[in-house]
């Protein structure tokens, strides 16, 4: 993981970075998300992708599946543009933005299909916030102060009231995702449950390495998507082959129970 903060000091201003493993390879080093790193994990992304569609009938559960590596893919691409791009880099970041933007939600409307329960309102609010941020993204030419990428991972610096409200939206529906997945595994069939629990922790890696370094410094909020995107690799690879398979046998081996015997 890489992130950068300021500690400030009388007198000087000083850039602390955080860094975990770098691989060399030739003369070329592979930095955490550098831009070599966004293209193989939007390879990996699109890949996942693909290998849903064709390998499971796209019900309900496979179609949001399909949106949330998507969306991460599209990131991958969009932070990829940010540091080749040069002067179109903010129509990148706004894309980029808009797509992540909707996947709290996803998130949310995932673990209730998945479950079987929640209040559909819930889902509902969740979508409407992120349509309006994403919508704010879209739209509003002060949402961004800059975009920078720092050669090892892409930083994106929205405006100050805007980042603060940004940060509690992406946080809150996170933690509601794993409250309610933890909540609804209580009573569920085993292999739905274990399901949800994978989806919880699945959002955990969402939430512990951003969440560690937010707590050093809050200004790294502005590197919150970069960090956050490099670990979804690895929600993605949960999804697909943890999450998906358990909750489509739990749902086959519950419509069995339920078939009614011939005389």
Same mark, same amino acid.
Request: hydrophobic content about 50%.
């Given at each position: ?24 390879? @030739?003369?070329?080093?592979? +930095? ?7 293209? $193989? ?14 390998? +499971? ?9 399909? $949106? ?12 990829? &543009? ?6 179109? #880099? ?18 949310? &409307? ?15 609010? $969740?979508?409407?916030?992120? $349509?309006?941020?994403? #919508? ?10 800059? &975009?920078?990428? #720092? ?12 980042? @603060?409200? +940004?940060?509690?939206? +992406? ?9 309610? !997945? ?34 050093? !410094? ?35 081996? &519950?419509? @069995? ?5 011939? #005389?």
């Amino acid at each position: 993981m890489c992130v950068s903060f300021q500690r400030r000091r009388p007198g000087k201003t000083i850039l602390v970075m955080l860094k975990i493993k770098a691989v060399k390879k @030739g003369s070329t080093t592979f +930095y955490c998300f550098s831009p070599p790193v966004m293209v $193989a994990t939007c390879i990996i992304e699109c890949s996942l992708l693909l290998y849903t569609l064709v390998r +499971y009938k796209m019900t309900p559960l496979a179609r949001l599946t399909v $949106a949330t590596l998507a969306l991460l893919a599209l990131f991958q691409l969009c932070e990829f &543009h940010v540091c080749r791009s040069g002067w179109i #880099a903010g129509t990148w970041s706004r894309i980029g933005f808009m797509a992540i933007t909707m996947l709290p939600p996803i998130c949310i &409307h995932l673990i209730r299909v998945m479950s079987g329960r929640g209040w559909k309102p819930l889902v509902w609010t $969740a979508y409407a916030s992120g $349509a309006a941020f994403a #919508a704010i993204f879209g739209a509003s030419k002060t949402a961004f102060q800059s &975009h920078v990428c #720092a050669g090892n991972y892409a930083i994106f610096q929205l405006a100050p009231r805007l980042g @603060g409200f +940004y940060f509690g939206y +992406y946080y809150l529906w996170l933690f509601v995702g794993i409250g309610l !997945s933890l909540y609804f595994s209580i009573e569920a069939r085993p292999l739905i449950r274990e399901a949800l629990i994978l989806q919880a922790l699945g959002l955990l890696v969402f939430v512990l390495p951003t969440g560690i370094v937010n707590d050093l !410094s809050p200004k790294t909020i502005s590197g919150i998507p970069s960090i956050m995107c490099g670990f979804a690799v690895l929600y993605a690879l949960i999804l697909v082959f943890g999450i998906i398979p358990r909750v489509l046998s739990g749902q086959k081996a &519950h419509r @069995g129970v339920r078939k009614p015997r011939s #005389a």
